[in-house]
């Protein structure tokens, strides 16, 4: 079964700076989808960034980049020059491409961004 | 990007009665929906698979009878939670998956407490 592992709780970032959350994921399958979610304290669920697993690019939007490593299984999310309203709880998800269009989302524990005036 | 509605965003309700929840994919039709379940500070953690025009699949330690799923069209699917009890307040989210796509996008979520 696939796993994924967000092994940082909790992360804070002065204001306009970088920041890396980590995520890595168990999965013995060549195809399949990667997702950074960002859920703020109204607890609605944001697409923050999307990585299919046969692209090599890494995919990016606006000052959010990832960087995605196939063989190492790992998925981080960059965040450049840091905005208040980027403090959130962050989620990695995996989702198969087997099962169709009932595949489901597969998340990490989270990681907690706080980000510093 | 795609929008998903719920309904209603927060409901309180006495032990024993039934709440129903609502779920709508507002600017595309979505085959799947999901539904998942919320703790303070922790991840998601998923219900049920809703497809629609068939029964849902739930997850393994999920009563199928407790929390009851209809996905009667395109763009909306309903959760009853039947005779709650407090140990089912929770925030509960629903997503729809864009078919074209493949990506899910989230509704608001439901805050439900049970007194």
């Known amino acids: 079964a696939q796993t994924v592992t967000q092994s940082q709780p909790e992360m804070s970032v002065q204001e306009a700076e970088t920041v890396t959350l980590s995520c890595t994921y168990d999965t013995s399958e060549s195809d399949y989808y990667l997702f950074w979610y960002k859920q703020p304290p109204s607890r609605q669920m944001i697409l923050v960034i999307r990585?299919?697993?046969?692209?090599?690019q890494n995919a990016t939007e606006n000052r959010f980049s990832v960087n995605f490593q196939k063989a190492a299984k790992s998925f981080s999310l960059k965040i450049s020059d840091s905005q208040l309203g980027d403090a959130a709880m962050y989620f990695c998800a995996y989702r198969s491409l087997r099962g169709g269009n009932t595949g489901k989302l597969i998340f990490g524990q989270g990681t907690t961004l706080q980000v510093k005036p | 990007g795609a929008v998903v509605s719920q309904h209603p965003s927060r409901v309180i309700c006495k032990s024993g009665t039934s709440v129903k929840i609502e779920c709508r994919s507002l600017?595309?039709?979505?085959?799947?929906m999901f539904w998942y379940r919320q703790f303070p500070k922790q991840s998601l953690m998923l219900m049920a698979t809703s497809n629609e025009g068939s029964k849902a699949t739930y997850e393994q330690g999920v009563e199928k009878d407790k929390f009851l799923i209809n996905h009667a069209s395109l763009t909306l699917s309903t959760l009853t939670v039947t005779s709650a009890h407090p140990e089912d307040s929770s925030f509960y989210i629903c997503?729809?998956?864009?078919?074209?796509?493949?990506?899910?996008?989230f509704g608001p979520g439901t805050r439900l407490l049970v007194l």
């Open positions: 600017d595309f039709q979505a085959t799947t």
């Open positions: 990585q299919e697993a046969y692209k090599q």
């Open positions: 997503s729809a998956r864009l078919p074209a796509q493949g990506t899910q996008y």
